[in-house]
Nanobody
Framework: QVQLVESGGGLVQAGGSLRLACAASGSVTSINTMGWYRQTPGKQRELVAAITDGGSTNYADSVKGRFTASRDNAKNTVSLQMNSLKPEDTAVYYC?????????????WGKGTLVTVSS
């Protein structure tokens, strides 16, 4: 089992910045990808940013150039620096990890942290 604890959400004005952080604990060996999804009411959860254990990143087109994901493999943490925030970035942001154990792939999710961007 893996437990994820997120922090850093809140209310910010458009154009502002926030930094989300997520710490993984438990059976955290063999983590492959860590990252963030977000979800708004009535919509599917969408990928925001993903970062592999080798440091490769993948971003949603809507956040490229504004958001930056980073990861500390030694501490099993992942962060998301969000700059130039827009009202449409308002969502609940979920941290996730993807890992392999004995040939099986697992996903774990945090409880989510709310980001509200006011116009």
């Amino acid at each position: 089992q893996v437990q994820l604890v997120e922090s850093g959400g809140g209310l910010v004005q458009a154009g502002g910045s926030l930094r989300l952080a997520c710490a993984a604990s438990g059976s955290v060996t063999s983590i492959n990808t860590m990252g963030w999804y977000r979800q708004t009411p009535g919509k599917q959860r969408e990928l925001v940013a993903a970062i592999t254990d080798g440091g490769s990143t993948n971003y949603a087109d809507s956040v490229k150039g504004r958001f930056t994901a980073s990861r500390d493999n030694a501490k099993n943490t992942v962060s998301l620096q969000m700059n130039s925030l827009k009202p449409e970035d308002t969502a609940v942001y979920y941290c996730y990890v993807n890992l392999w154990v004995s040939g099986l792939n697992y996903w774990y999710w945090g409880k989510g942290t709310l980001v509200t961007v006011s116009s």
